[in-house]
């Protein structure tokens, strides 16, 4: 079982039902996994529009490549924004699904934002936090 298969196995468990992303070339193994897993998959046109799509959408996981997680934030600040000018807006909740992590970025929040696997055999301890 690869690492992509694992995780599409461990977003199933969770009842985990649609997947919200923005393709790239190093993210693609993982896409394969979510073909072959059966879940549903709605394409966005960029990060932010991905993070933006997710929002209020129980039981769904974002993917995207590379410096995706920092246009993430920057759409998880809008919706700060939005709320803060009188818009109803909720907090995003989401799993990020992302390849090619460089640096570990911390985020100032009440809950993990962000976790590293280097090692695949750690990975499904990660995935089966509560």
């Given at each position: 079982m690869t690492g992509a298969q694992l995780i599409m196995a461990c977003l199933k468990a969770h009842h985990v039902t649609t997947l919200f992303?923005?393709?790239?070339?190093?993210?693609?193994?993982?896409?394969?996994?979510?073909?072959?897993?059966g879940?549903?998959?709605?394409?966005?046109?960029?990060?932010?529009?991905?993070?933006m799509a997710s929002n209020r959408k129980?039981?769904?996981?974002?993917?995207?490549?590379?410096?995706?997680?920092?246009?993430?934030?920057?759409?998880?600040h809008m919706l700060r924004v939005a709320r803060h000018c009188g818009f109803t807006v909720t907090t995003m909740e989401m799993?990020?699904?992302e390849t090619q992590v460089r640096l570990k970025i911390t985020v100032k929040s009440d809950r993990t934002l962000d976790l590293l696997v280097n090692q695949l055999v750690k990975l499904p301890d990660v995935l089966m936090v509560n």
């Amino acid at each position: 079982m690869t690492g992509a298969q694992l995780i599409m196995a461990c977003l199933k468990a969770h009842h985990v039902t649609t997947l919200f992303g923005y393709p790239g070339g190093a993210i693609m193994p993982t896409y394969d996994a979510l073909y072959d897993a059966g879940l549903d998959h709605l394409l966005c046109r960029n990060e932010q529009g991905t993070a933006m799509a997710s929002n209020r959408k129980p039981n769904n996981a974002v993917i995207c490549t590379d410096v995706g997680q920092h246009k993430m934030w920057s759409a998880q600040h809008m919706l700060r924004v939005a709320r803060h000018c009188g818009f109803t807006v909720t907090t995003m909740e989401m799993t990020l699904i992302e390849t090619q992590v460089r640096l570990k970025i911390t985020v100032k929040s009440d809950r993990t934002l962000d976790l590293l696997v280097n090692q695949l055999v750690k990975l499904p301890d990660v995935l089966m936090v509560n």
